[in-house]
């Protein structure tokens, strides 16, 4: 996997992520890259200087100048997130996605999920999309801040998050509850459904509380990324000490 970026980057070396070489533009001269590409060098990683149109081939967006060259993002089980998370400050907070499959949602919902304190991100192995190195640029490097795991059914996650003491909050228009009237008071597990046909009904029967964001009556849905960030903030502020 290709990560780009000076704040990437850097989360992936603060993070302990196996970066294996960089590649630099030639004709940048920033000094917070220059600083980050001093500790690269400490920590023995290879950086090979290139020209800029070589790191526009490696990576189609914007690199700030260097692109590094990782193993892929690792998983955990769930078990033992659901451990760091009960062993952690605050109530525990998870995020669990049914089938988003754009990567820049992913990774735009994985930065708000560290944002807002979240303790790890539950991603089913079929039906989502990949951790990416567009999903790695979107998320502004979060990936390598906040645990993941996969798991094979979401459903089964949804199961032993209950059996941990977890309520699991599903994200959808059906219902009249409201998401700003809803306590938090609980280790919380907030569930976000596809970007077209929202949460499975499987999963959406099994959850415990259902709520809905209050809206103007002249719009009627959001983009998930942005209802994601405003269900895991107010989650987050309860939950969590957010500064």
Sequence with gaps: MKIA??????????????IEKVFIAREVRDEVLQNLISELRRRGIPVKY???????????????????????????????????????EGKAAFLLLDGITDTRNLGALIRSAAAFGFDGIV??????????????????GAVFKIPMARVKHLL?????????????????????????????DRPTAVVLGNEHKGISGAVLKRSDVR???????????????????IFMYEAGRRLKKLI
């Design 123 to 140: 991603l089913p192995a079929g039906g989502s999309a990949p951790v990416t190195e567009e999903t790695v640029k979107t998320s502004a």
């Design 211 to 229: 709520l809905r964001i209050p809206m103007s009556a002249e719009t009627d849905s959001l983009n998930v990324s942005v209802a994601g960030g």
């Design 50 to 88: 290139v020209p800029r149109v070589k790191l526009d081939k490696m990576h189609k967006g914007v690199h700030q100048g260097i692109v590094a060259v990782t193993g892929a993002v690792t998983f955990i089980t769930l078990e033992e997130l659901v451990t760091r998370a009960m062993q952690g």
């Design 5 to 18: 970026g000076i704040h990437p980057v850097r989360e992936a070396l603060a993070k302990g992520k196996n």
């Design 156 to 184: 089964d996650a949804v199961y032993f998050l209950q059996s941990e003491g977890v309520e699991v909050v599903a994200a959808t228009e059906k219902t009249e509850k409201r998401l700003d009237e809803h306590p938090f």
